[in-house]
Nanobody, 124 residues
Framework: QYRLVESGGGLVQPGGSLRLSCETF????????LGWFRQSPGKEREALVC?????????EYVDFVKGRFSISKDNAQNMVYLDIDSMKPEDTAVYYC????????????????WGQGTQVTVSS
């Protein structure tokens, strides 16, 4: 049975950095599309970045995170990471990792496997 567990969230000051981790169970990463998403209060869940588990150069970032967010993974450890730099108050959200068998687009509705999310709050 699959399971995804996010960690690394917390309170960070504006301008700070954070690394979120997603440990996966029951999923062989190279057979899945992997993604990071977030949801702020009162807003719909939005995509941040997605990549193929079998291609380290396949990351696709949404425009508003380019240059600040970076996805990486360790297939041997079944881990997916999201590094966030130059954090802003508007980055405050619950961050989710997700997985879907290869060929999914980078939209929340096309992902079936989700973690429980980790809260990130950016505030001074």
């Amino acid at each position: 049975q699959y399971r995804l567990v996010e960690s690394g969230g917390g309170l960070v000051q504006p301008g700070g950095s954070l690394r979120l981790s997603c440990e996966t169970f029951g999923i062989t990463l190279e057979f899945y599309q992997l993604g990071w998403f977030r949801q702020s209060p009162g807003k719909e869940r939005e995509a941040l970045v997605c990549m193929r588990g079998d291609d380290d150069d396949s990351a696709e970032y949404v425009d508003f995170v380019k240059g600040r967010f970076s996805i990486s993974k360790d297939n041997a450890q079944n881990m997916v990471y999201l590094d966030i730099d130059s954090m802003k108050p508007e980055d405050t959200a619950v961050y989710y990792c997700a997985a879907e068998p290869l060929s999914a687009r980078c939209v929340p509705d096309e992902y079936d496997y989700w973690g429980q999310g980790t809260q990130v709050t950016v505030s001074s």
